[in-house]
């Protein structure tokens, strides 16, 4: 036995009489009003130490978000802790003994803390000098991480794990305002839902699904005996952290096992089978974030729709804060079958190890919903990865988008049909277009900007009268200039803008002499609701991705489309009649997808980007193809997509493809929708008599996209003739500078050839 002196004697003996006091004092204070007990004395100790109830504050905890297809498939989640409230009766009766029997065995007797348990610990910190042992009460540990998660700074979350008796009196007066808020059921709830169990399980529900791979109400004895064993030192015991932390979670479990024996809760034949059981950790995976998704791109358009949109919130703070704590259930519009079809028809045309990359989307007429979104590129941050959404705008995740070339010209001809011009009506197109002054061409600012110093040209074979039906089958660069010198540059701009297009990068669209042939960067997803426009008779309505959103409490929100009539009915038809041409008689022959459809090819200058979009009555769709390295430093010519060689990819030769099989296996069992026959009357236009003007054979198409011949040999159907920039006379359009001095007019808008280009900055090889 130690000698002791007698000053460390005395020490020792004043701790433990003061530690008999502070029991005393403890245990008095806690008969008290409300709890039980009265009487001059017990308040006079209950003042003394403040013990009075204090409310406690319960803010709502984070819980999952959970994002769903139009069937109701889940295809994300996000969340800042992984949890998932459940009610009591929807724990196994099992674990709700365990977690009482190792953590508060008399829950169910005392008030807001275990007097015996709390003197008990008390005596032992007195008599060690410090706070050893806790003898919390569940109540208490319940307001213990109601604290720990309110707290909002370093200060505050110290504050709430301090080896202090100043927190533990703190957190007794929450304690008593506790029990006398709720039943003890509803504080044994309330904790199991909040305690942490480690590997990243908050609450037992996602504790459940995260250690065993089975919900709360499926926990057996073993488990239930792990999980009550967890709480106690999570950080030390995650099974996550390897062989150590496994062993001392193993080691805990029988622990309480022994205790649930101990107290009777079991039989020790039973705990004994029990602690025969190898652990049994399966870390089953909780996504978390679009990374993770299925459907990234798709998911990426909805965590921006709720973060932009001022329907999911007044400000973005709170839209923020709503997102942060979860708790929803988000259903979308995707559709499983659309986008399986966009994703098979990437895949089996573009490789994700390709410099090149394609984008889709599929958007349904009349309604603006999404229902599909797809890319040739795996997301994420990873090595030939992309981190960005290449198929919507810069709102919606994306950067700055591709230019579309020629798609554009369908806006130039829906204008000349609102102004009365008719189908056969036309304009003798040259071999070359020149401004014949700045007044030519007039802005929506009312500013001059015809540029009579630059020729945009065609490929020999095209110059001639053109009608509005001939002259986009042929997609012709100089009959499309002289038209919209026709009908004005500003009416276009304004015909697009009705039609939701804007620059992906939200800037305002640039109103330039060369607007039709596509010199705006535009997404996916925008040019095909654009088209969506046409196909539904003029009804433009915004782009949709969530249909509806449940909150936390039940409370279920619908929305509904945003549309607006933007094009008179006859005119949407008369240009749906024209653009089906496209696929009979002029760019996209070759593509037809076995039911009416109407589109148009793109492919901008220099073979920079190709495009196709196009529409049924059912659905419509937009791809895009360029190189997010940077559209005009790396453009799509002698290259190899797919495991395919061409000489130049064109509108027709890629993109087109793509579309043609997504549509066609999109829409495999639906019924075919004709079109709304074109009113004759009012804008004529051809019949079956009407004699189309020579074509190539289909071989020679087949040369002219791009397997047998260089970028030199381009022909007018949706190459040269498509290109958007303009051209100077000598194959390229990016030489000639504008009026002002602000740079090549070719490049305007190409994120790519710019220093601080969004394309330039991607995870690429090399």
């Keep these: 036995m130690s000698s002791s002196s007698p000053r460390t004697r005395l020490s020792s003996i004043a701790r433990l009489a003061t530690a008999a006091t502070a029991a005393g004092l403890v245990t008095a204070a806690l008969v008290l009003p409300g709890v039980g007990g009265s009487g001059t004395a017990v308040v006079a100790v209950a003042d003394a130490l403040n013990l009075r109830p204090e409310a ?55 008030g807001a803390i275990d007097v015996e348990g709390t003197a008990r610990a008390v005596v032992k910190n007195f008599a060690s000098g410090g706070i050893g042992q806790g003898g919390s009460s569940i109540t208490q540990q319940y307001v213990k991480q109601v604290l720990l998660n ?76 792990t999980l009550a064993g967890a709480v106690q030192d999570p950080n030390r015991t995650s099974p996550d952290r390897g062989a150590k932390a496994k062993r001392l979670l193993l080691e805990r479990r029988n622990v309480v096992l022994d205790r649930m024996a101990e107290l009777g809760r079991i039989t020790r034949a039973q705990a004994a089978e029990a602690k025969a059981r190898k652990l049994g950790y399966k870390g089953v995976r909780q996504p978390n974030g679009c990374q993770e998704s299925r459907y990234p791109y798709f998911c990426e358009y909805v965590r921006h729709e709720l973060l932009s ?18 708790g929803l259930q988000v259903r979308t519009t995707l559709d499983a079958k659309a986008q399986r079809a966009a994703e098979a028809a990437i895949k089996k045309h573009v490789a994700a190890s390709d410099r090149a990359l394609a984008a889709e989307a599929l958007v349904q007429p009349g309604t603006g919903e999404i229902r599909a979104i797809a890319a040739s590129r795996p997301y994420g941050s990873a090595r030939n990865h992309i981190s960005y959404n290449p198929v919507a705008d810069s709102k919606h995740g994306g950067l700055s988008g591709f230019q579309p070339g020629s798609t554009y010209k369908t806006f130039t001809l829906i204008t000349a049909l609102k102004q009365g011009m008719r189908i056969d009506d036309g304009i003798t197109a040259g071999a070359g277009y020149t401004a014949s002054g700045s007044a030519a061409f007039r802005n929506c600012a009312g500013e001059n900007v015809g540029d009579p110093s630059w020729t945009v040209t065609n490929d020999e074979g095209s110059p001639g009268f053109k009608t509005l039906a001939t002259g986009t089958w042929g997609s012709v660069n100089t009959f499309f200039m002289a038209l919209q010198e026709r009908v004005g540059l500003c009416e276009t701009a304004e015909t697009a803008r009705s039609l939701g297009v804007k620059r ?40 949709m991705a969530i249909t509806s959103i449940t909150g936390r409490d039940g409370k279920k929100t619908n929305y509904r489309p945003r549309c607006e009539r933007a094009l008179d009915p006859g005119v949407a038809d008369a240009t749906a009649h024209i653009l089906s041409g496209v696929f009979t008689n002029g760019t996209a022959r070759g593509l037809s997808i076995g039911r009416p459809a109407a589109g148009k090819t793109g492919t901008t200058d220099g073979y920079a980007t190709a495009w196709f979009a196009g529409f049924t009555p059912d ?5 895009a193809i360029g190189d997010p390295r940077g559209a005009q430093r790396h453009k799509l010519t002698g290259v190899t ?38 009113d004759t009357a009012r804008f004529g236009g051809c019949t079956k008599d009407c004699a189309p003007e020579p074509r190539d054979t289909e071989e020679d198409r087949d040369r002219d996209n791009g397997n047998d011949r260089g970028p030199g040999n381009r022909d007018d159907r949706d190459n040269r003739g498509d290109r958007d920039n303009g051209n100077n006379g000598n194959g390229n359009g990016n030489d000639r500078r504008d009026r002002d001095g602000r740079g090549d007019r070719g490049d305007r808008g190409d994120q790519g050839d710019r220093d601080d280009s969004p394309w330039g900055r991607q995870n690429l090889d090399g």
Excluded at 76 to 85: I, K, L, S, V, W
């Design 504 to 543: 992906a990068d939200g800037a305002a669209l640039h109103e330039y002499e060369t607007f039709t042939l596509g010199i705006n960067e535009s997404d996916p997803v925008t040019m095909a609701t654009a088209y969506a426009a046409i196909a539904a008779r003029g009804t433009y309505c915004e782009p």
């Design 309 to 326: 949109d001022p329907a999911f919130g007044r400000t973005r703070d709170t839209r923020e804060r709503t997102f942060g704590l979860g």
């Design 56 to 110: 406690l504050a319960e803010p709502p905890l984070p819980e999952k978000t959970t994002v769903y297809d139009r069937d109701g498939k889940r295809i994300a989640q996000f969340y800042a802790q992984d949890r998932r409230a459940v009610p009591l009766e929807s724990v196994s009766e099992v674990m709700r003994t365990a977690i009482v029997a190792i953590e508060d065995y008399r829950f169910y007797d005392h």
């Design 641 to 678: 997509i797919g495991g395919r060689y061409y000489g130049a990819v064109q509108g027709a030769s890629l993109p087109g493809p793509i579309w043609q099989a997504t549509m066609t296996a999109a829409l495999s069992g639906v019924a075919a929708t004709p079109f709304t026959p074109v």
């Design 619 to 623: 659905l419509a769709g937009a791809v």
């Design 150 to 225: 309110s707290a909002r700074t370093d200060e505050e979350k110290n504050a709430a794990v301090e080896a202090s008796y100043a927190r533990k009196l703190r957190e007794l007066r929450h304690a008593m305002a506790v029990e006398q808020k709720y039943t003890k059921d509803q504080i044994l709830e309330k904790y199991l839902n909040i305690a942490y169990f480690g590997a990243g399980a908050n609450g037992v529900e996602a504790a459940a699904k995260r250690f065993f791979g089975v919900s709360a109400a499926k926990l057996d004895l073993a488990q239930a005996a």
